[in-house]
Nanobody, 123 residues
Framework: QVQLVESGGGLVQAGGSLRLSCAAS????????MGWFRQAPGKEREFVAA????????YYADSVKGRFTISRDNAKNTVYLQMNSLRPEDTAVYYC????????????????WGQGTQVTVSS
């Protein structure tokens, strides 16, 4: 059993930055890859980024590549999403998730989900 709690969302102007955090708890946390997904109103949930439990493998959606960076600190049981050069189309609820591997997460295969944090980018 894994519990995930996201934080760091908010309202930001286009071109600005936000850093999302996802704190994880549970006995098996260190065995999971971690990732981020997002869902905008009226749209399907989409994959954003994923990182292996060791941090050695990362994946990014084409829409965020070069702007977002995923990282993790296993000592703090936390995964981060640094979001730079934000655009209005980045507006969504962002969810963190666990997966067997980062490749699983890239394919949309997740095991546990957080409650989500709202990111709103104004123009």
């Amino acid at each position: 059993q894994v519990q995930l709690v996201e934080s760091g969302g908010g309202l930001v102007q286009a071109g600005g930055s936000l850093r999302l955090s996802c704190a994880a708890s549970g006995r098996t946390f260190s065995r999971y890859a971690m990732g981020w997904f997002r869902q905008a109103p009226g749209k399907e949930r989409e994959f954003v980024a994923a990182i292996s439990w060791s941090g050695g493998m990362t994946y990014y959606a084409d829409s965020v590549k070069g702007r977002f960076t995923i990282s993790r600190d296993n000592a703090k049981n936390t995964v981060y999403l640094q979001m730079n050069s934000l655009r209005p189309e980045d507006t969504a609820v962002y969810y963190c998730a666990t997966g067997e591997t980062s490749t699983h997460l890239r394919a949309g295969e997740a095991d546990y989900w957080g409650q989500g944090t709202q990111v709103t980018v104004s123009s």
